[in-house]
């Protein structure tokens, strides 16, 4: 079953502290992935994307993340968090153009909370 | 990528009636997707909204309670109807443009139900 897993329900950290919020995968082929965030009260902005060829993608706000087959995984990153980086993240993946279909399946989300 | 407003931003509305929420693209797009995002939830896809025909919708969805209109390649409507406290969500529209790779999302709807 295609399934997309947020471990961490909720992270705190303090301003100026690195960051990894954790996603892993289960999908048939490699999907393509996303970061999206989501500010309160906001919709869903995109962070990134993974298509193919460097698996360490950067971001916007200074994220990046890395994909790693091995283990299904596409984890985001930070080297120092500011107190505007306080959102709900999602991971989530989607089929490849090819496939002739586009529903994409999110993980849960991840809660930031930065403490000043 | 695609800019997506969505209107109204968020409405109170009494049980049994119902909302009409708009979705516009600032340019042309294949496919176009409402969302609901239950209070502390993340996103379940309600429907795909097909330009000229009747839209698909997800295991759970109805037509009945959820009507979608995409009259065009910019366009479309989310009616939420018959509304009781469990309708109380976000509502998000999301596009996809011609390349097909990416999905971008609107502001969202913050639908309350008294």
């Known amino acids: 079953a295609q399934s997309v897993t947020q471990p961490d329900i909720h992270i705190t950290v303090s301003e100026g502290a690195s960051l990894e919020l954790r996603c892993n995968y289960s999908y048939g082929a490699t999907p393509y992935l996303f970061w999206y965030v989501q500010s309160p009260g906001q919709g869903l902005q995109l962070l990134l994307k993974y298509f193919s060829g460097d698996t360490l993608v950067q971001g916007i706000k200074g994220f990046e993340a890395e994909f790693k087959r091995s283990q299904s995984s596409f984890n985001l990153r930070k080297p120092s968090v500011h107190w505007s980086d306080a959102a709900e993240y999602f991971c989530a993946v989607g089929p490849p153009t090819t496939s002739g279909t586009y529903k994409y399946i999110f993980g849960t989300g991840t809660r930031l909370k930065v403490l000043a | 990528s695609a800019v997506i407003s969505q209107k109204p931003s968020r409405d109170i509305c009494q049980r049994g009636t119902s909302l009409t929420i708009q979705c516009q693209v600032d340019?042309?797009?294949?496919?176009m997707f409402w969302y609901r995002q239950q209070p502390g939830q993340s996103l379940t896809l309600i429907a795909t909204a097909n330009q000229g025909s009747e839209a698909t919708y997800e295991s759970g969805f109805v037509i009945d309670k959820f009507p979608i209109s995409r009259p065009n390649l910019t366009f479309s409507t989310l009616t939420v109807s018959n509304l009781s406290p469990e309708d109380s969500s976000i509502y998000l529209c999301s596009a996809i443009g011609w390349v097909g790779d990416t999905q971008y999302f609107g502001p969202g709807t913050r639908l309350t139900v008294l």
């Open positions: 340019s042309q797009v294949t496919m």
